[in-house]
């Protein structure tokens, strides 16, 4: 009768101790109002599916995990701001903001106060400066996007035509392309800039032939590929093929119809990707929030994990140990890598490249356009 008794208490003391143990607190901010809410809404979520898996699990460190989360208002001044007082409040760490600017905002606080913080959907360079301590950076890199497209080009021996909408991250993109074909042995190539606002891309298709080039690798936003599809056709123009970052986004199709099959694009994230855990974290994110993950979830929840999981190795959550600690380990988890490479195949994305994450069938060529066949409706 008394060992039933003590192996009954155990347990209860367990969870006793864990229920009165200092929580480790993870600090975040997330544009929860303004103009980014819309898109920052599922990282939010994925933060808080994080939070309850953690503690479901038993805490880390055999303590509670206490997510403070608050709200800049899609503004980036007031991003640091916040993350400012979570440092007054003893965060311990931080989970970085959604997007570039409220990031740097972030750094600047986190850096100053010797506080580790991991980013999920900060992708410009200047994020991850090198002389940064304790900022780490769990998504992609912009320059990401553009070493993935070349590598599957050197693959095949093609020579890329570059091209990039004039802004910042459009640049930042297509200069990680020409500095991947630079280190892969293609010749050297230049980046044609285009204005925002181009609909006609014809001047840049006769560039493109008098290169000899063999793919059209673009980066810029969703509407750019949809015209540069349109002057194709009209021009009666198929490069062997077509790449344009955001072609994957579902407003191509809506734009051109049938007319963006064979299209490649950048696939950050989706819930069909064979990555470790990815399975598990749709099936939880749908029990959770009744909708599949969208990329801004995938990269929140990778972010805190990346986290969660330098504290364990570290077994503390001294910044100095957990900073080592996370220096030293493999970016591992849902999201791929790098953008992955997909083609629109039948109506939707396939992931072409790389190999191992291929979701659908294999790379095809961009036909002619006269050579087309339109699927039934």
Request: hydrophobic share 45%; charged share 25%; net charge positive.
């Amino acid at each position: 009768m008394g060992k039933k008794w003590e192996w009954a208490i155990v347990p209860f003391l367990f969870l006793l101790s864990s229920a009165f143990a200092q929580p480790i607190v993870i600090g975040a901010v997330v544009s929860q109002s303004g103009a980014h809410a819309a898109a920052a809404d599922h990282y939010g979520k994925a933060l808080e599916l994080w939070r309850d898996e953690v503690n479901a699990r038993g805490g880390l460190l055999g303590r509670p995990v206490e997510l403070r989360v608050r709200d800049d208002g899609s503004d980036a001044i007031k991003a640091g701001e916040l993350y400012a007082k979570l440092v007054a409040e003893k965060a311990h760490a931080f989970v970085g903001p959604f997007g570039s600017a409220p990031a740097l905002m972030a750094n600047a606080e986190a850096e100053k106060a010797a506080r580790v913080i991991v980013h999920g959907a900060a992708p410009a360079t200047a994020v991850g400066k090198r002389s940064a301590r304790y900022v780490f950076n769990a998504g992609p890199r912009n320059a990401a996007y553009g070493e993935a497209i070349l590598e599957l080009l050197g693959e095949r021996k093609l020579r890329p035509f570059l091209l990039a909408r004039d802004d910042a991250t459009a640049r930042e993109m297509a200069e990680g392309a020409r500095d991947a074909a630079a280190r892969l042995g293609f010749a050297p190539v230049e980046i044609a800039l285009y204005k925002a606002g181009t609909s006609d891309f014809a001047p840049l298709v006769e560039k493109a032939k008098a290169a000899g080039a063999d793919a059209w690798v673009a980066f810029g936003e969703v509407r750019d590929a949809a015209d540069m599809a349109r002057t194709f056709r009209r021009l009666d123009y198929a490069p062997r093929l077509f790449y344009a970052r955001a072609a994957m986004h579902p407003e191509l199709i809506k734009q051109i119809g049938q007319d963006a099959e064979h299209t490649l694009g950048a696939l950050e994230y989706h819930p069909r990707l064979p990555t470790p855990g990815n399975r598990e974290f749709v099936a939880a994110f749908r029990g959770k929030w009744s909708v599949a993950p969208t990329a801004a979830a995938a990269q929140a929840y990778a972010a805190a994990s990346f986290l969660a999981e330098g504290i364990r190795r570290a077994n503390t959550v001294e910044a100095e140990k957990l900073r080592e600690t996370l220096a030293s380990l493999e970016h591992a988890g849902i999201l791929p890598p790098g953008p992955a490479v997909a083609q629109i195949q039948n109506g939707r994305p396939e992931v072409v490249w790389p190999e191992a994450l291929r979701t659908g069938g294999p790379l095809e060529p961009y036909p002619h356009w006269g050579e087309r066949r339109y699927l039934k409706k």
